[in-house]
Nanobody, 125 residues
Framework: QVKPLESGGGSVQDGESLRLSCAVS????????MAWFRQTPGKEREGIAF???????RYRDSVKGRFTISRDNAKTTLYLQMDSLNSEDTGMYYC???????????????????WGQGTQVTVSS
């Protein structure tokens, strides 16, 4: 399966946590940039967390210190641990990856080749 498959979304209260998972294909090179994006109605899809083949992670300022991106050693499952959630975190979360690259050279959505169908996260106060 080439298309990533996300899971773990849901509805939570302010301050609670969620963990998203994403199953990624092993068909391509294991050198890959993997990322989580978020989209809310009327807004562009924004990258919130990125991890490269060396395990180096980068975050959007709005989630720094609250979200943690990680992956298993086989690079086939991507995770996003989300703590201290607030209503501004509500949105559709997408897993994306670009195979064949060691580093994440861009945070733009059009840099990534493969996308999951998304999983909804709703945070209410």
């Amino acid at each position: 399966q080439v298309k990533p498959l996300e899971s773990g979304g849901g509805s939570v209260q302010d301050g609670e946590s969620l963990r998203l998972s994403c199953a990624v294909s092993t068909y391509f090179s294991l050198q890959r940039c993997m990322a989580w994006f978020r989209q809310t109605p009327g807004k562009e899809r924004e990258g919130i967390a990125f991890i490269d083949s060396g395990g180096i992670a980068r975050y959007r300022d709005s989630v720094k210190g609250r979200f943690t991106i990680s992956r298993d050693n086989a690079k086939t499952t991507l995770y996003l641990q989300m703590d201290s959630l607030n209503s501004e975190d509500t949105g559709m979360y997408y897993c994306a990856y670009k195979p064949g690259t060691y580093t994440c050279d861009s945070s733009r959505a059009d840099y990534f080749d493969y996308w999951g169908q998304g999983t909804q996260v709703t945070v209410s106060s």
